[in-house]
Each structure stands twice: as C-alpha cells, then as structure tokens.
C-alpha cells in the first residue's frame, strides 16, 4: 500500500509518498519462491524432473519425477548453490553427450555458461563452460532443435531491439562456430 504524509516545510505543504513498506513487500515478493531451470530427465532414470532455483537461498534443487499424475513419492536433491545471480536458457543436452545440462546466464557479467549435467541425483563433476558473452540485454524464450539439425539452439529475444534470434548450437561445450539468424522481429 502506498501511504502519503504531509509535511509542512517553511509554510509549503509538500506531498511525500512513503513507499518503504511496499518496496519490501515487493522486494521479499521477488525473492521468495522457486525459478524453474526447467524439465528434463536430469538424473537418466527415464522420468522427467524439475530442476529450479530457491530464490531465498540460491540453491538448486532436482525435483524427481514420478511418472504420476500426482505428487512425487522422491525427495527432492541439492544439486547446486550460488545460482542467485543466474537466469536460466533452460535444460537441454547441449553438448550432445546424452546428458542434460543447463545453460544459463550470469547476470553480473552477461556471461553465458554450460554446466554439464552427469546423470545423477548430486553435483555434476563436470567443469562448466564459457559458451557465450554480452547476453545481458537478453531474455531467453529457451532451448529446443528449433532448426531441425538434431542440435539444441537457443532462442533469445534482444530487449533493445526487440529482434528474436536463433543461435544455433554445435553439440560443443564452447562457443557455437554457427552465425545466429533472425527469426523475429517486435518482440
């Protein structure tokens, strides 16, 4: 709720809104709860799971799926820490060795990371990758085989022109060798 005082200063009566109290309410309302990584068979068992963020803490949790149309039976795993800084592209096998990973932005540096995945329910033993820069301006709509290829993409918007690109992936971990095309425009 926004709240007005009125404060008189030298006989001038001056309005000030005293916002305090809902900037933190809508600062704690952007810090608590989950952002998804996204849905992929993280841990190879055959079932899709979740994979999200706990934007209290920043830690990364694999949710196990069930193969259920209910609540799952498995226990949710730690599989990362320090993620607050990150905006996920999402989970795909980017690097073609038939494990999911994740890709993701770090906000501080606009630096576009691989982490590769292992297949299991826990940290990945896997370095992570440098696979892009300058993604800030950046708002990622996801990963997927959006040209055909058999290779994941990445399908980002630039919020300064608002011009919609594929770069399209090279089953590497490291930078694509592929030039990006425009795919959309006003976005």
Same mark, same amino acid.
């Given at each position: 709720m926004l709240r007005q005082t009125l404060l008189s200063v030298s006989g001038v009566t001056l309005c000030v809104a005293l916002i305090i109290s809902s900037l933190i309410k809508s600062l704690h309302a952007q810090q608590v709860g989950y952002t998804f990584a996204g849905l992929a068979d993280w841990d190879g068992d055959g079932r899709q799971d979740i994979v999200a963020r706990d934007n209290t803490t920043g830690l990364l949790w694999l949710y196990p799926?069930?193969? !259920?149309?209910? *609540? +799952? +039976?498995?226990?949710?795993?730690?599989? @990362?820490?320090?993620?607050?800084?990150?905006?996920? $592209? @999402?989970? $795909?096998?980017?690097?073609?060795?038939?494990?999911? &990973? /994740?890709?993701?932005?770090?906000?501080? !540096?606009?630096?576009?990371w691989l982490y590769p995945g292992d297949r299991k329910r826990g940290y990945s033993s896997q370095a992570r990758v440098q696979i892009g820069n300058g993604w800030? #301006? *950046?708002?990622?709509? %996801?990963? $997927? &085989?959006? &040209? %055909?290829?058999?290779?994941?993409? /990445?399908?980002?918007?630039?919020? #300064?022109?608002?011009?919609?690109?594929? *770069?399209?992936?090279?089953?590497?971990? @490291?930078y694509s060798s592929q030039a990006r095309v425009q795919i959309g425009n006003g976005w």
């Open positions: 799926g069930d193969r !259920t149309r209910g *609540y +799952s +039976s498995q226990a949710r795993v730690q599989i @990362g820490n320090g993620w607050n800084t990150y905006t996920f $592209a @999402g989970l $795909a096998d980017w690097d073609g060795d038939g494990r999911q &990973d /994740i890709v993701a932005r770090d906000n501080t !540096t606009g630096l576009l800030n #301006t *950046y708002t990622f709509a %996801g990963l $997927a &085989d959006w &040209d %055909g290829d058999g290779r994941q993409d /990445i399908v980002a918007r630039d919020n #300064t022109t608002r011009l919609l690109w594929l *770069y399209p992936g090279d089953r590497t971990r @490291g």
